[in-house]
Structures are given as C-alpha cells and as structure tokens.
C-alpha cells in the first residue's frame, strides 16, 4: 500500500479515527486539502478572516491564545461559521504536559478547548499520558495531531524521536488524526493524514527560522495530504481569493500525485 498514490476517497475505508474519516469527507467535498493558520491577534480579524477563506478550507488552524481581546462567545461565532463553510476547527496548543496537567489544559481555563476544537496538536515528547489524558474525555469524536517533525531551523525532534512518534500515533489510531511533519513518513498508513506546514508560494524562510516549501514541493515531493498556509494567505490583500488560489493549486498537485 502507498498512501501517496491512493486517492483520498480510498483512505477513508482505513481511518481508525472518526475525525480523519470525516476530514476526508470535507475535503473531497470542497476539494480542498488546505488548512489556513489564522494567526491573528483581534476577535474581529479572526472572524473575518474565517468567514472570507471559510469556503476554500478544510480546516482552521487557531492559537487561540493569541487573541487579545478573547471572550467566551467568540466560540460560538467561531463554530458557526464553521458549520456555514463546513470546515472544522483546530486549536494547535502543542500540548506537551504530563497527562494530569493537560488533561486540564484541555477541558478547563477560560479557553475550554475540548468543548470546540475537534481536532488539537500535541508533542510525544512526555509519552502516552497525554493522549490517554486527551482520549479520557468524554467525547469520541476527538483528533489529534502528533509531531514527528517540525518546519523551523535547528528543530530537535528528528531521528528516533521522529520513529518513535509514529509509532505512538499507530498505538494510538483510534484517537490520532494524523501526523504533522515535512516528509513522507508513514508511506504504508492510507488511514492516518500527513499535515504539512511551512507552505508558500514560493521556497523561502522568514527572520525566525521558519522555513517553507512550495506547494508542488510540499505535495508531489514531501508527501502532504493537507498544507497548512498562514501568512501566504493571512498577508496578502485579498485573503479570500489568495486561499482560492492556493486550494486550486494545491488540489491539482494532489491529482496529479495520484495519477
Ligand atoms: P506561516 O505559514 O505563517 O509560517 O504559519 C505556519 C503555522 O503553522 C503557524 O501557526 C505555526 O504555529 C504552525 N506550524 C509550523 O509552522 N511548523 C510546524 O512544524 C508546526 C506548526 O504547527
């Protein structure tokens, strides 16, 4: 079996996880493998934005906890606009706790997480706790997201690490959406989906390490089944047409993968 040359209406005959099932239904859809990093600092830009991209996405990849001027009812307008667009949301706290403490990073404080991302990050790096603490909750249409790889300069998290991680989302398939990373790891896994971020236009890096690949790159070479694009869209002048552009392009770089 090759993931890479599978078309996605297959793959989802393989997922263990419900949430990658249905990722998978959104995107054959919308056509559409591209997530939007909506990284930005004010309720109404986040708002704005997601109703503007809504269309072109299959998924909104939040940090919440940058927002200055959060409040508990953005959540609702949040989902709604994900319920119009059909798009789900995805908190990316990168939580790296042991089990305890982000079973409470989870549920609690004033973001209450688990009460609307349907899918969250998390590292490896502390062991299975914390998947245990995230798949205690009471929902079971939960994904997570484990890095194996990181898009930055000089990351730590290679080799054994890398493996290790994989093997914990296979453990872990019934939870796991996916992994994020930068290369094709898991050739052999139609069920689990490969997030890739550190996407652009054009190759390219910017003054704090991150480092981006072009989308024919990211597709056809590293092995993505859905790109994530912040300031490649959040940047430009017309962000709705810019996300247009880049699910138009990176859906045909998808299809000719699996010609
Ligand atoms: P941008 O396209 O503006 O560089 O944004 C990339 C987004 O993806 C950020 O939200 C960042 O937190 C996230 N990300 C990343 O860039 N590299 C990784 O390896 C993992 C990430 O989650």
Redesign the pocket.
Known sequence: IDRLRMPYSERIDYCKNKVSAKLFKIMLEKKSNLCI?A?VTAVSELLDLADQVGPHICLL?T?IDILEDFTPDVIQTLKDIAEKHNFLLFE?RKFADIGKTVQLQYNKGVYRISSWAEIV?AHSVTGNGLLDAIKGSDNDTKGVFL?AE???AGSLINGAYTQSTIKMALQYNELVTGI?CQNPLFTEHPGLIQLT????LQAGK?NLG?QYNSVEVVMQEKGADIA?????ITLSTDPAKSAENYKKLLWNAYLKRIE
């Open positions: 990093a990284d990849k940090h990316d990050t890095l990181t898009s930055s994020v971020p550190g996407v652009q910017d991150q994530v694009v912040g300031r490649g």
